[in-house]
């Protein structure tokens, strides 16, 4: 029997010399459902058939580091309709920090970059979070 997997222990190569992470949310995939009547069926119900494929923004969170602008330095490649292209890897480890879990975006390109909060009463760790669209999402087990 294998051991349950933790969602704690995880990396993200996206491009940026920064892999850790505090938090990968928006890895989901969805298909559009289109009703559908034939013209001479007499049944009074559509049939559902599959769609378009869609897939979720990933959102990557992270700390804050002094002189770290890598996430708002790719936020500004997008210029009207272009912008740098990425595929970017998030992978589950092990105890052993292999990864047992991949998923691959292709050719994401971040559409926003957020801050905060600041709190004065606070004391948590400030974070960035970078939106990321994508045209695909492959999932890959090890082993």
């Known amino acids: 029997m294998n051991p349950a997997l933790c969602n704690n222990h995880f990396q993200v190569e996206w491009g940026g010399r920064r892999i850790g992470f505090v938090s990968v949310s ?7 459902i289109t009703p559908f009547r034939e013209g001479p069926s007499r049944d009074g119900a559509a049939r559902l ?56 975006l292709r050719a994401a390109f971040p559409c926003r970059l957020d801050y905060g909060p600041l709190n004065a009463l606070g004391s948590d ?8 669209v994508h045209e695909g999402l492959a999932v890959q087990h090890a082993g």
């Open 49 to 104: 058939v599959p769609g378009l494929q869609r897939f979720a923004p990933v959102v990557l969170t992270r700390a804050i580091e002094p002189g770290d602008n890598e996430f708002f330095e790719w936020m500004n490649t997008v210029r009207g309709s272009e912008a740098e292209r990425r595929d970017v890897s998030i992978n589950l480890l092990n105890a052993s920090h292999e990864p047992v879990v991949s998923w691959r």
């Open 125 to 132: 760790i400030a974070t960035e979070s970078l939106t990321l």
């Open 26 to 32: 928006g890895l989901s995939t969805e298909v559009d």
